[in-house]
């Protein structure tokens, strides 16, 4: 079954029930779901020296119905790792 007309953002409530000859049998339980997915990928940062400081900007991806909550920042070190930066970054924008 696919549902047609649903909105992004939006919880919907399910349940369904089978049919045979004899007839309708019980509903199921209800299941909620919220139409929403990851949100999409986000485009290249940039980059700027603020004092000592280096400001990282971007553009908020998609969110695809679901607010984003969090961004993860990972840094490329000197000793060729990437690190996730979270002693001087909280980020937000």
């Known amino acids: 079954m696919l549902a047609a ?3 992004s953002g939006t919880t ?3 349940r369904l029930r089978a049919r045979n000859k004899w007839g309708f049998g019980g509903y199921s339980e ?3 779901i919220e139409a929403s997915t990851t949100p999409g990928q986000v485009a290249s940062p940039t980059t700027s020296i603020s004092g000592s400081h280096v400001l ?3 553009t908020e991806p ?3 119905g679901s607010a984003i909550s969090a961004y993860r920042i990972q840094i490329l070190t000197d000793l060729g790792a990437y690190v996730e930066e979270t002693n001087y970054c909280d980020g937000g924008q």
């Open 30 to 32: 209800t299941v909620d």
């Open 12 to 14: 919907y409530t399910f």
């Open 5 to 7: 007309g649903v909105t």
């Open 56 to 58: 990282i900007t971007w």
């Open 62 to 64: 998609a969110n695809y």
